[in-house]
């Protein structure tokens, strides 16, 4: 059964780099995108964005500047890092396997359970 | 960006209704819509792809309907495990969007 599980700090300063990683159990990351999707009180959940095997990434425009996804074959895990974050990056991150590379019109399928990332001095 | 419109945002519904969300794309997405359901403390679990196939393991009592900007997603009679948040999420296009959610209360 495949499963994903994020892991990372809980808490990060305003202007301080948020760094996340998901480990990937029970399945290779060949043959799918691999999300971050995260979920704040104010805009609900949004695409963060993807990356696959090779290191292919999207990214939401919204977010494009200050994100970079990358993965990390040898440990089946790929993270996050979002930098310069502000109290608007508050927000549970969650990790999603999806979509398949060969159908980029796709869903997210299993996801993490979530982990908090609170900004604040 | 596709703005993705769910109503009602709240439902208050007893066990063995017949329940009805609605979601509405703010363009033609033919049927690259998806739901799925979401509990505290869990990731969402994915319901329904292609606005109408059931994913594995799915009751059958969950549906959806729909193309091109209006979409349903039917439990045909509610029960206590169905008590969640609801979501739409088009992936038509990058940046993919999520619906703001559709909280299924106990009446």
């Known amino acids: 059964q495949v499963q994903l599980q994020e892991s990372g700090p809980g808490l990060v300063k305003p202007s301080e780099t948020l760094s996340l990683a998901c480990t990937v159990s029970a399945v290779s990351l060949r043959s799918y995108y ?58 549970v991150y969650y990790c999603a396997r999806g979509p398949e590379v060969s159908a980029p019109w796709g869903w997210f399928d299993p996801w993490g359970q979530g982990t908090l990332v609170t900004v604040s001095p | 960006d596709i703005q993705m419109t769910q109503s009602p945002s709240s439902l208050s519904a007893s066990v063995g209704d017949r329940v009805t969300i609605t979601c509405r794309a703010s363009q033609n997405i033919g049927t690259y819509l998806n739901w799925y359901q979401h509990k505290p403390g869990k990731g969402p679990k994915f319901l329904i792809y292609a606005a109408s196939s059931l994913q594995s393991g799915v009751p059958s009592r969950f549906s959806g309907s729909g193309s091109g900007t209006d979409f349903t997603l039917t439990i045909s009679s509610q029960q206590p495990e169905d008590y969640a948040t609801y979501y739409c999420q088009q992936s038509y296009s990058t940046p993919y969007t999520f619906g703001q959610g559709t909280k299924l209360e106990i009446k």
């Open chain 1, 34 to 91: 691999w999300s971050w999707i995260r979920q704040t009180p104010g805009k609900g959940l949004e695409w963060v964005g993807y990356i696959n095997y090779s290191g292919g990434t999207n990214y939401n425009p919204s977010l494009k500047s200050r994100v970079t996804i990358s993965v990390d074959t040898s440990k089946n895990q790929f993270s996050l890092r979002l930098n310069s974050v502000t109290a608007a990056d508050t927000a």
